[in-house]
Structure formats: structure tokens, C-alpha cells
């Protein structure tokens, strides 16, 4: 499927002795044609075809059908459904934390929040303090990963050259989606810790300096299908 260069070689020879060695002197095996704008594929393949079937001629075939670019193509097409697929993963997870982290970083601090509330400072006011707060934490994050993403992307550029054999690979990262991946990523944070920062934000302060209320639990539908199915038949 893929050569061995340490047993793979190309070896160059004059025309006519090769010709005459295997009999095709003014004749090819082999013929590649480039298509100028407009031109219809499936047609100059049906003239090529009718034109080299009395030489030997076993069929045309266009670009997408030839096995190079089929390969690469595949390659191609899987990096983009992997560039789609764990982003979203990726974001989920991170919303998940920040929520998690936030709502604990609030919970410490219900006393400051309601000092601060007493002193005449809004919801909006404190919930922009914690929207700032993550945010600063995204932005040093989206700094490294821009930095890490252009790194990574020109080492795989160098990869993809040296294993399909091309002969130059230029990595460019355009400004739009420096943009659209910051402010994606920035949206995701806020909205990932929009609950915690809203719901401690409308706390009124008597109620903020009071000790945060022991959680209600309750059986999830798992845990309710799970003791009905384990439960002992009377009749058993």
C-alpha cells in the first residue's frame, strides 16, 4: 500500500533502449491530460476511451478514481469530521468544569458577595466580577492553544509531505478562524457558568451571608428502575 524506500527505488534509462527492450519503441504506457475550465470530464474520458481502444487502450479514469488522491482525500474528509466531532466533546467538558469550579469558588465566597451587595454594588455588578474572572481564565488558555495549534498544525503539514511524497505543504492559519475559535470558546465559558453566577448574583444579602442550604437529593430514574428491578417477587 505504501512503499518501502528502503526497497523501493525509480531508475532512469535512455528512451530507445528501454523502448526496444520491451517492444513499445513510439509507443506509451501511460498518458495524463489536464482538463482546461468548463470541460466536460465524462465526455473527453469517452473520446480518450474510444480514441485507444484499437491501441490497447484499458480505460480513462478521472482524478477522484486514481488511487493517490483517493487516499489522500479519505485523509482528508477524516480530519475534518475529527476538526468537528471533538471540539464539541472538548467544549462540553470545559463548560462542565468551569461550572463546576465556579459554583464552588462562589459558594466560598457568600459572605464577600453579600458584603458587597450591602454596600450597594448590583447583580449585575458581581456577576460581571465572576464573568470577567472566567473569561481572564479563557483567554490565557485560547493565548496557548493558538500558540500550540500552529505549532502542531506545521508538524503535521511536515507529516502529510513526507508521507504522501509531496513536494511542498505551506501551513496557513487565517485570522477568521483565530476569531471565530476565541469567540466560541469565550461564549461556551460564560454560558457554561451563567447558572452559578446568575442564581448567587440575585441572592439578597441577608440571605447571601447565611450558610449555603444542604443540597436536595432525590433517586435518579436509573437508580428507581435499578430497585424495582432487584426488588424480591412476593410470589417467588
Known amino acids: 500500500m505504501f512503499p518501502d524506500y528502503k526497497r523501493y527505488g ?3 534509462m535512455a528512451r530507445k533502449p528501454l523502448a526496444s527492450a520491451y517492444d513499445m519503441s513510439g509507443a506509451f504506457n501511460n498518458v495524463s491530460l489536464t482538463l482546461t ?12 476511451d474510444d480514441i485507444l ?15 493517490s488522491n483517493r ?37 466560598l465566597q457568600r459572605e464577600q458577595i453579600a458584603g458587597l451587595k450591602a454596600f450597594g454594588y448590583s447583580d449585575f455588578d458581581v456577576g460581571l466580577h465572576y464573568t470577567k474572572l472566567v473569561l481572564m481564565i479563557v483567554s490565557l488558555g485560547i493565548v496557548i492553544g493558538i500558540v ?8 503535521m503539514s511536515n507529516i502529510y509531505m513526507t508521507l504522501y511524497s509531496l513536494p511542498f505543504m505551506t501551513y496557513v492559519l487565517k485570522p477568521q478562524v483565530i476569531v471565530t475559535a476565541a469567540l466560541i470558546s469565550m461564549s461556551v465559558a460564560v454560558l457554561g457558568t ?5 442564581s448567587t448574583a440575585r441572592l439578597p444579602p441577608a440571605q447571601a451571608m447565611r450558610p449555603e442550604p444542604p443540597a436536595i437529593y432525590h433517586s435518579t430514574l436509573v437508580e428507581k428502575l435499578a430497585c424495582n428491578t432487584g426488588s424480591p417477587n412476593p410470589h417467588a
Do not use: C, H
Open 71 to 107: 487516499f489522500l482525500s479519505e485523509e482528508l474528509k477524516q480530519q475534518k469530521t475529527i476538526a468537528t466531532i471533538f471540539p464539541i466533546i472538548f467544549f462540553g467538558v470545559a463548560a462542565f468544569l468551569l461550572n463546576v469550579v465556579v459554583s464552588r469558588l462562589i459558594s
Open 148 to 155: 500550540a495549534g500552529i505549532k502542531m498544525g506545521q508538524g
Open 194 to 198: 451563567l447558572y452559578a453566577v446568575r
Open 10 to 12: 525509480v531508475m532512469w
Open 53 to 67: 481502444k484499437d491501441y490497447g487502450g484499458i480505460g480513462a479514469y478521472a482524478r477522484k478514481d486514481q488511487l
Open 37 to 48: 475550465q468548463g470541460a466536460n470530464e465524462q465526455d473527453v474520458i469517452d473520446r480518450l
